[in-house]
């Protein structure tokens, strides 16, 4: 469907004098993206090195700004015009003690708690408006970041997810409903905060953060908070935001303790200072390995809250070279001093690293999934389970999780934990054919390496565990 | 190089005194023939940036469209917008420059003190990086200024500033 399309007299030296072009798409978006297209040299002064549309470019279907409508994705039809509408502005220099934002008095009653805080007042609230966060990951910690610093004012809201949501998110990710089974996180999260302060702008970047993409999204924020779930991903943060110069609010959760700080290389250390190398691969189990208390994501997420409202206000004592240590179970708050690493390799005195790296090299994640040839012997898969023990092979099942795991659902195996193995081996026959499970394969994994290297030549890992089993075999089995 | 009428140039001045110690802004129509810009008339847009008005301005999109209607109404160009920096050189500012258009010229006035200083035109280079400067040349008022240079000859320059 073609639509016209008003270009301003800045651009028609782009497209040939002319001051409409008729353009095909069915959304403002696509309509848009064939411009950029059939005017190539137009495309840098109607987009932003990102790829989103230059901050001063309005765009207006008819009279309506899209910024009211659905956005990129409003529906154009026939007798449309889209307007191409650039903000004049500019003015003279000068640091400023205040930004260029105003509070109109729905938002002056809105915050009018923080208002009437001298520590915050009109300049601070002012500060919140014109500040730009970014949430890497909208899980647990993303959770509460997401609508307390939406509530708060945060004026741009960034965040970075790629997952859809599942059910066993519900235990903890609060900005997630039930409803939301299923989308994406993402589309989820913008609607819960749009929900809670509507004056809020969120920008989605629905993209598993990168060495690529790392310093392209995060340059345009001016404080990250690290709501990320494992190792690859903390330490290109952290090394993006060294390179940045910008200020990362480090979270992270495992059970029953969490940890909170605030690394800033250009005043304190980073988070390589504090730990200059990630664990080996398996040690320290994941939130769905290990298993997480539903609530003290909201307890460290809202501390990360915390630390980046004072970071854009500028009051207080921030947590810039001290690590805090939550143990929910003795509750206790723990306080550590922490120094920058004078040899640290990164925000150091002669750093080595002067660009992003491979992270999940660095974090010793092999580059793809274990290849098939070399495991095929290694590992069983459900169906193929299913089929042997349908034909009456004679497999001895080994269950590697823990007794409180085991009473949650069972395949009728003999129970060795993990922990226990090295201890317990003689209650297993060296010359069997054993197929050892635990709940997504990853401990079990371990397991069966440990029992090759102890001389059990027929081991073999049950690759999905139990839950690939519920999901495929026997889904009366509940999964968790 | 741009020529600027006389009257404009002193309704550009007068305008930036009149609002000082805030900043002024305004549109600025006329031809561009060949690449020789002559901005024959200049009018006054509010400014309607809410705060920080000493140092900033901003057209509304609504006034910026009008400014293309009365452009094409009147079978002129729209080439640019002034602004003024009260007690600040006539200079372009980064945020000048990130908000800034192609193919625009703008024209700067420093009022100092509320008195109008010195005034200079710039346009952004291709590649967005910054402001080249443009000289300006005085033009005598044109006689019939929705028509200039009818006659192919092109005013003569009085002052170069």
Not at chain 1, 164 to 170: G, I, Y
Request: aromatic residues 6%; contains cysteine.
């Amino acid at each position: 469907m073609a639509v016209t399309v008003f270009i301003p007299s800045p651009l028609r030296s782009y497209t040939g004098k002319q001051a409409s072009v008729m353009l095909e798409g069915e959304t403002v978006e696509e309509v848009l993206g064939n411009l950029a297209s059939r005017f190539a040299q137009l495309r840098p002064h109607l987009y932003a090195e990102n790829g989103g549309l230059r901050s001063y470019v309005n765009i207006y279907l008819n009279d309506k700004d899209i910024r009211y409508l659905k956005q990129g994705k409003t529906p154009v039809g026939a007798s449309d015009t889209l307007s191409i509408v650039p903000a004049i502005a500019g003015g003279a220099p000068g640091i400023e003690a205040v930004p260029d934002v105003a509070l109109r008095n729905e938002e002056i009653l809105r915050y009018s708690r923080h208002l009437i805080m001298p520590e915050v007042g009109m300049k601070g609230q002012m500060r919140l408006k014109a500040s730009r966060v970014l949430i890497v990951g909208a899980g647990g910690l993303g959770s509460p970041l997401g609508l307390y610093l939406a509530a708060a004012g945060v004026g741009t809201i960034g965040i970075v997810d790629f997952d859809v949501v599942e059910v066993t998110n519900l235990q903890r990710q609060i900005v997630h409903t039930t409803a939301d089974i299923g989308r994406s996180k993402l589309a989820s999260a913008e609607e819960s905060i749009r929900g809670v302060n509507p004056h809020v702008v969120v920008e989605p970047h629905e993209v598993r953060l990168t060495s690529e993409n790392a310093l392209r999204i995060l340059e345009r924020y001016d404080v990250i908070v690290d709501g990320t779930d494992n190792f690859a991903t903390r330490y290109l943060v952290n090394d993006a935001c060294v390179l940045l110069g910008k200020p990362n609010v480090y979270g992270s959760i495992f059970r029953f303790d969490g940890q909170v700080s605030v690394f800033d290389a250009r005043s304190g250390p980073c988070y390589r200072c504090l730990y200059p190398a990630p664990p080996p691969p398996g040690l320290v189990p994941s939130c769905a390995e290990g298993g997480v208390l539903g609530v003290l994501p909201g307890i460290i997420g809202s501390l990360q809250a915390l630390e980046t409202i004072k970071l854009i206000i500028g009051q207080g004592d921030t947590l810039v070279g001290r690590l805090v240590l939550f143990d929910a179970l003795r509750f206790s708050f723990r306080e550590l001093t922490l120094r920058k690493d004078p040899a640290c390799p990164i925000c150091g005195e002669s750093p080595t690293i002067h660009a992003l790296i491979d992270y999940d090299e660095f974090c010793g994640i092999p580059a793809s999934p274990a290849g098939q040839g070399g495991t095929a012997q290694r590992d069983i898969t459900v169906e193929q389970l299913k089929a042997q023990r349908d034909r009456g092979e004679n497999l001895f099942l080994l269950d590697v999780r823990e007794p409180h795991e085991y009473d949650i659902v069972h395949l009728d195996a003999h129970l060795i934990p993990l922990g226990d193995l090295p201890a317990r081996m003689s209650e297993l026959d060296t010359t069997q054919d054993i197929v050892v499970y635990c709940r997504t394969g990853v401990r079990s994994a371990q397991a069966a390496e440990f029992l090759r290297k102890s001389g059990f030549a027929r081991v073999r890992n049950l690759t999905g565990g139990i839950d690939a089993w519920a999901q495929r075999i026997d889904p009366s089995l509940p999964r968790y | 190089m741009i020529r600027i009428g006389e009257d404009a140039l002193q309704q550009i001045r007068d305008h930036g005194v009149r609002t000082y110690p805030e900043e002024c802004c305004g549109v600025m129509l006329g031809r561009e023939v060949d690449g020789n810009r002559t901005i024959d008339a200049v009018y006054p847009v509010d400014n309607v940036q809410e705060v920080n008005r000493k140092r900033r301005f901003l057209v509304s999109p609504a006034q910026y469209l009008e400014a293309e209607r009365t452009a094409a109404e009147r079978g002129m160009d729209l080439l640019g917008f002034y602004h003024s920096h009260p007690d600040h050189p006539a200079a372009p500012s980064q945020y000048d420059t990130e908000h800034a258009l192609p193919w625009f010229t703008y024209v700067i006035v420093s009022v100092r003190e509320g008195k109008a200083d010195d005034l200079t035109a710039w346009a952004l280079r291709e590649n967005r990086d910054r402001f080249e400067q443009a000289s300006v040349v005085v033009s005598a008022p044109a006689a019939h200024a929705t028509q200039p240079h009818a006659t192919g000859i092109p005013a003569k320059p009085r002052k170069e500033l």
